[in-house]
């Protein structure tokens, strides 16, 4: 099974557009775990526009499956991130002036930063993913510079609005991933991902995570976050059933 990590940012988004105390993403990743979700990730971003460092060192004891720890390849980040130490932590790139994360890591333009930090998190006993467009030349640097995994990012399969593109994207998808486990990474998979839209991605073989997050805690507004999660994860079981 295709395990679920929850990507609770937008929680901490709600709680810094007052600058109080909740809602605070500490019990929201406690309702997703009763959910069902197999994880949890976090971005801590250098400008701190939702996640907390305060809010990583809390989730840390008390998320017991897997914490994912989404991070821009930056020595002071990454320094908390060695403190800390996530099960996983993926490597992703970050503008201040973007609302979210747009697009992959450019791991060949970067080659040498993003080396540097794979090394000293791989050396701090950390699994590291590389958040990635679906590139054979970004997949193959990826392997090369130490990354035990992937995470392929959905962005233009999400954002496509005809079948006749939803289709190409997801057939790039499908290559990109046959190509990462040649390369012996393990394949991940996020970005946009919805409950109407993610059952095709649920279907492309060798795929073991997804990490959603605005998707679940919109839902999670109207029903509750634990609702929410088990919804989603239906969803995805529901995919695996029409394989």
Known sequence: ????????????????VRRTIEP????????ALLGGADG?????RED???IQERDLRLLRPIVTQR?????????AVVDIACDVKPDEATLVPERREEVTTEGGLDVVAHKREVERAVKRLTDAGIEVSLFVDPDV???????????LAVEIQTARYSEARTGADREREVAALRDASAHARTHGLHLHMGHGLTYTNVQPICRIPGLEELNIGHSIVSRAVLVG???AVREMKEA?????VER
Do not use: Y
């Open 40 to 44: 949890i990730t976090v971005h801590l």
């Open 225 to 227: 976050m634990e609702r």
């Open 1 to 16: 099974m295709i395990r679920l990590g929850v990507n609770i940012d937008h929680v901490a988004t709600l709680r810094q």
């Open 24 to 31: 605070d993403p500490v019990a929201a990743a406690l309702l």
């Open 67 to 75: 914490l994912n720890l989404e991070l821009a390849a930056v020595d």
């Open 137 to 147: 030349r970004q997949l193959e640097m990826a392997k090369l510079l130490g990354a």
């Open 48 to 50: 701190r526009r939702h």
């Open 236 to 240: 995805m079981r529901q995919a695996a």
